[in-house]
């Protein structure tokens, strides 16, 4: 089993910046992909970004350019850098981990952009 704690949410003004947070815990040993996930009020769950055990990156077009994912293996930890951050950006962020054929996912984390 996985545990994934998320953290770094918060309310933010248009503009501004943000770095989330995830970290595992439990069978961590062989991750093979990390991701964050977002579901704002009313619409379905949506891609944000992805990196690969390999370091290859995946974003969603609508965060190209204002966010970033990285990631700390000797920490199992996945980061999310947000800058620019928009209105249209509110949502719950959830992390998800691919360990061993399995995803699992976080509690998530409430963003809000606002002025």
């Known amino acids: 089993q996985v545990q994934l704690v998320e953290s770094g949410g918060g309310l933010v003004q248009p503009g501004g910046s943000l770095r989330l947070s995830c970290a595992a815990s439990g069978s961590t040993s062989a991750i093979n992909a990390m991701g964050w996930y977002r579901q704002a009020p009313g619409k379905q769950r949506e891609l944000v970004t992805t990196i690969s055990s390999g370091g290859t990156t995946n974003y969603a077009d609508s965060v190209k350019g204002r966010f970033t994912i990285s990631r700390d293996s000797a920490k199992n930890t996945v980061y999310l850098q947000m800058n620019s951050l928009k209105p249209e950006d509110t949502a719950v962020y959830y992390c998800?981990?691919?360990?061993?054929?399995?995803?699992?996912w976080g509690q998530g984390t409430q963003v809000t952009v606002s002025s």
């Open positions: 998800r981990f691919w360990v061993r054929g399995v995803d699992y």
